[in-house]
């Protein structure tokens, strides 16, 4: 099992910039396939980025490419999600989500397929809003 919870969300202008959290417990001594998702009121969640424990993966969704990275500190076993020059579409809850055990096969496959089902633990969630 493992155990996620959220931290960094608000409220902040357009163009601002926000840093989600994730801190991970529990079972964390095997790698995972981590990603941040979303949802805004009346739509789908959505994939947003990939991150890959063992190294060599990160990965961020085509709406956020260039805006959002994500990156992590293993030695604290938290995953961050950097949001710069938010916009007001980017509005929604974020949830960090993981993938345990995985490898890197498996976690690049899973990011291809962008699917929450692939997700087994979720935190629940913090909620992010851009308005003037």
């Known amino acids: 099992q493992v155990h996620l919870v959220e931290s960094g969300g608000g409220s902040v202008q357009p163009g601002g910039s926000l840093r989600l959290s994730c801190v991970a417990s529990?079972?964390?001594?095997?790698?995972?396939?981590m990603a941040w998702f979303r949802q805004a009121p009346g739509s789908e969640r959505e994939g947003v980025a990939y991150?890959?424990?063992?190294?060599?993966?990160?990965l961020s969704s085509a709406s956020v490419m260039g805006r959002f990275t994500i990156s992590q500190d293993l030695a604290q076993n938290t995953v961050y999600l950097q949001m710069n020059y938010l916009r007001p579409e980017d509005t929604a809850t974020y949830y960090c989500?993981?993938?345990?055990?995985?490898?890197?096969?498996?976690?690049?496959?899973?990011?291809?397929?962008?699917?929450?089902?692939?997700?087994?633990?979720w935190g629940l969630g913090i909620q992010v809003n851009v308005s003037s």
């Open positions: 989500a993981a993938r345990a055990p995985s490898d890197f096969g498996e976690c690049s496959k899973v990011a291809d397929r962008e699917n929450r089902a692939d997700f087994g633990f």
């Open positions: 529990g079972d964390t001594s095997s790698r995972r396939c």
């Open positions: 991150l890959y424990t063992g190294g060599g993966l990160r």
